[in-house]
């Protein structure tokens, strides 16, 4: 708040002193203030000063606004600004994941780790593409060497977990979800795909009790709500106690 309230005299002060607009733009971002954020930062037109990172930072926040081909379009200038920037590649690629062009991200993503092998963002979204894709080898593979440095990232074990139940592994899918779900109880994503396991190992009381949850978190899951009222057809069915 002291942030906004700062950059917004500094406006006052001198409407053409573009960094203000910049640093407004960030710091609504991080209210969650999209639309404001977008305002702020359409007002920038000093190319001299941060452009790439004015780009990058508005294409996120179209990103966040579900207008992808608007954030591709900012990014694309981002990249323009600065080729080289990995970060920059990262998240062009995951505009590209989120507007559906799941090749064009792939590629991305692989760009980047031709030139920085290592590259831990990289290679996450570059899993989460060929989960999507239905590729689960190279999925897995993926998730494994982001593990064999930092065995405690969770994101890429929520991904372990998500892969090893599309192949069917379900009894070590649950183990690393129910694991995860001790530390991090309110993440939507997990308490989904344990519940799925549960689901579909026939333990429809658990099941309930994980999608419960996640509602508790997020009640506007409409997708949730289906697999509840699925789940409590099916319990009536076979009678499950």
Known sequence: DDAVDLAEKAIEINSEFYP???NLGNALLK???YSGALEAFRSVDDYNHALGRQREALGHA???ESRCEE???????????HPESLTTRISYGIAKMKCGYLVGALEMFTDVLERDPGNEQALLNRSIVFLELNEMEQAHSDIIRIL????ENFEARVNLG??????????????IFEELRQKNPSNVTLLNNLALVYYFNGDYL????AWEGSLDVDPGQEHVRKNLRRVRVDRTIFNTE
């Open 162 to 175: 998500i892969i090893l139940a599309n192949r069917g592994i379900f009894q070590e899918a649950r183990s």
């Open 148 to 151: 064999e440095v930092d065995s």
């Open 62 to 64: 179209f990103i966040r």
């Open 31 to 33: 209210k969650s203030d």
């Open 206 to 209: 658990s099941a309930i009790d």
């Open 71 to 81: 954030a591709l379009e900012e990014l694309r200038r981002a990249l323009v600004v």
């Open 20 to 22: 203000a607009y910049h």
